[in-house]
């Protein structure tokens, strides 16, 4: 029976484990983690991450074929295939804070695999990092070996939070990165057995080491390249009274563009795109490729331009100024049908409306009031250390209001922000919102979740992302 152990127990350790269980019951499959919480949540009925599908698959499973456990050393030893799935945060202080990953987590992963392998092993990057970082692991396992034989492969995952279980099951590709060497070869035909159980061969594609650590970096900047795109036509398009949802459907039939990733938002999030954009420019800086490095990082200027220019608008819109005026914000995760906060927009949102003493309560269907506040009260970057490493919790004077209903977040509030496009949203009762609100009472959908035309019946004064400006914003222009 092969045996597997992954290194993490995460939004991409936990699902991907999970489904290589589903699909392979003849593999033993084992989750380790430091995090005694969140082993224990693994193993309880309450998992610690939402995704739809997720608890299917785990129940079908576990205690089968799949096992997750703080017993690191134990399982590490006993795998032939250890898969790490480790944070790997950008650092925030010393040689490229701001931008390159540290990969302290990842050098702790492998020392703990070294001094503890007595066979030979495969070890295989899942989390996503720096192009030549195999290179590095490399070196770490081979001076630390004992006679153990290693092989490193690169195996980056491409999954989208909302549908991780949906991509799992029908990846529209499966990319294993490894030596070309002979012992580098047997290792990639060996993880890609594990994974024609269920996916064709011809999605599952062998690239060099450096190839595939690159490729997903390229991938994530790439999609969120797109969105940074549309984002900043809805920009124009508000200047000049087109509508960025006519634009990007007119784009997205020519067939060389196609229709994805052209929704204009309040701005893109997650764990993955700014990151990994960030990691990009500094590799770019550090291989002497300014002009390749500007480029990247002009991606992030506009994401960070559109978040300063919805807050903008609100506060102009609203007579220049929000102080004391509550503000009740609709979704908090950086996406629907997750519960993941990581770089979510509406945290700078939050946050800029907070630093212009607005009161602001919050309502979404996932996020937890301790995450809420646990988000706005650290400094950027801390999110992506495991929670006991992380330099403080949530404040006692909590910033925010938060509430288990959408009514009683905008009972009473000047304005009602948009930050996630559940679709929940969709089917709420405005005319019973408004009534509830402060007149004037200001909607503005960063997502693009509801019609404008009919709430503007019902008497909202209106704002969509690169929608036509109600009659109201066009004199109060929101400068950044």
Not at 12 to 39: F, N
Not at 51 to 75: A, M, W, Y
Not at 373 to 399: C, G, I, Y
Request: aromatic share 8%.
């Amino acid at each position: 029976m092969v045996k597997i152990c992954c290194v993490g127990a995460g939004y991409v350790g936990g699902p991907t484990m999970a489904v290589i269980a589903l699909k392979c019951p003849a593999v033993e499959v084992v989750v380790v983690d430091i995090s005694v919480a969140r082993i224990t949540a693994w193993n309880s009925e309450q998992l610690p991450i939402y995704e739809p599908g997720l608890d299917d698959v785990v129940k079908q499973c576990r205690g089968r074929n799949l096992f997750f456990s703080t017993d690191i050393e134990k399982h590490i030893a006993r795998a032939d295939i250890i898969f790490v799935s480790v944070n790997t945060p950008t650092k925030t202080r010393g040689l490229g804070a701001g931008k390159a990953a540290d990969l302290t987590y990842w050098e702790n992963a492998a020392r703990m695999i070294a001094d503890v392998a007595k066979a030979d092993k495969i070890v295989v990057e899942k989390s996503t990092v720096p192009v030549k970082t195999a290179e590095a692991i490399e070196k770490i396992l081979i001076h630390n070996s004992r006679g153990v034989n290693f092989q490193i492969l690169s195996n980056p995952e491409f999954l989208a939070e909302g549908t991780a279980i949906k991509d799992l099951f029908n990846p529209d590709r499966v990319l294993i990165g490894g030596r070309e060497t002979p012992e580098g070869k047997k290792a990639v035909q060996a993880l890609k057995q594990v994974y024609a159980n269920w996916v064709p061969e011809d999605r599952i594609i062998t690239t060099n080491l450096w190839s595939a650590e690159l490729s997903k970096l390229a991938a994530n900047a790439f999609l969120a390249q797109r969105i940074s795109s549309v984002n900043a036509i809805s920009a124009l398009c508000e200047a000049t009274g087109a509508d960025v949802a006519e634009v990007a459907y007119a784009i997205g039939k020519d067939t060389r563009v196609g229709p994805r990733f052209l929704s204009a938002s309040v701005g893109f999030g997650g764990s993955c795109f700014q990151k990994d954009i960030l990691n990009l420019v500094y590799i770019c800086e550090c291989h002497g490729l300014p002009e390749v490095a500007n480029y990247w990082k002009d991606v992030i200027k506009i994401n960070d331009y559109q978040k300063s220019r919805f807050v903008n608008r609100v506060v102009s819109s609203m007579f220049n100024t929000v102080s004391e005026k509550k503000i009740a914000v609709l979704g908090f995760a950086f996406k629907k049908d997750t519960g993941d906060t990581r770089e979510t927009p509406a945290i700078d949102v939050c946050k800029g409306l907070l630093g212009d003493k607005a009161k602001v309560c919050i309502y979404d269907p996932q996020v937890t009031e301790e995450q809420i506040q646990r988000d706005l009260a650290l400094n950027k970057f801390d999110w992506d250390h495991p929670v006991h490493l992380q330099p403080m919790s949530a404040t006692e004077v909590k910033p925010v209001a938060v509430t288990r209903d959408a009514y009683e977040a905008t009972k009473g509030a000047h304005g009602v922000c948009i930050l996630t496009e559940w679709d929940e949203f969709k089917k709420l009762d405005y005319v019973r919102i408004y009534e509830s609100m402060q007149k004037p009472a200001f909607m503005f959908d960063g997502r693009n979740v509801v019609d404008p035309q009919k709430m503007r019946e019902i008497g909202f004064i209106v704002y969509s992302i690169g929608k036509p400006l109600d009659s109201w914003l066009v004199d109060r222009p929101a400068v950044v």
